[in-house]
C-alpha cells in the first residue's frame, strides 16, 4: 500500500521561507511524476510544482522563482522549498505520486499559513 506523508508546514510571517517533505512509502509501479498542488479555502486545488522521472521540473506561474521542487535519489523523498512567501501562499498543501500506469496517490496535506 503506497503511503505519502507530508510534513514541513506551519506558520510563518510574509518574506520567510518553510521547506516542505513527502516521505513515500509502500510498493508502487515505478513513477512518472511527482508533484505538491494546494488548496486554499474556497478554492479549486492547484498544481504548485511537479517534477518529471527525467528530471524535469514543472510550476504554477504564481510561485515561479520563489519555490524549487527537488527528491531524493532514490525517489522516496520530495521536497519543497518555499521562499519570499506572500499571504496568499496560504494553503493545504498535498504531496502527489503519479506512477506509470497512471494512478495518483496523494498525501494527506499539510497547513501552510503566511501571515501578512
Known amino acids: 500500500q503506497v503511503q505519502l506523508v507530508e510534513s514541513g508546514g506551519g506558520l510563518v510571517q510574509a518574506g520567510g521561507s518553510l521547506r516542505l517533505s513527502c516521505a513515500l512509502s509502500?510498493?508502487?509501479?515505478?513513477?512518472?511524476?511527482m508533484g505538491w498542488h494546494r488548496q486554499a479555502p474556497g478554492n479549486q486545488r492547484e498544481l504548485v510544482a511537479m517534477?518529471?522521472?527525467?528530471?524535469?521540473?514543472n510550476y504554477g506561474d504564481s510561485v515561479k522563482g520563489r519555490f524549487a521542487i527537488s527528491r531524493d535519489g532514490a525517489k522516496k523523498t520530495l521536497y519543497l522549498q518555499m521562499n519570499s512567501l506572500k499571504p496568499e501562499d496560504t494553503a493545504v498543501y498535498y504531496c502527489t505520486v503519479t506512477d506509470l500506469i497512471l494512478v495518483a496517490y496523494w498525501g494527506q496535506g499539510t497547513q501552510v499559513t503566511v501571515s501578512s
Open positions: 509502500g510498493s508502487i509501479a515505478g513513477i512518472r511524476t
Open positions: 517534477i518529471t522521472d527525467t528530471g524535469r521540473t
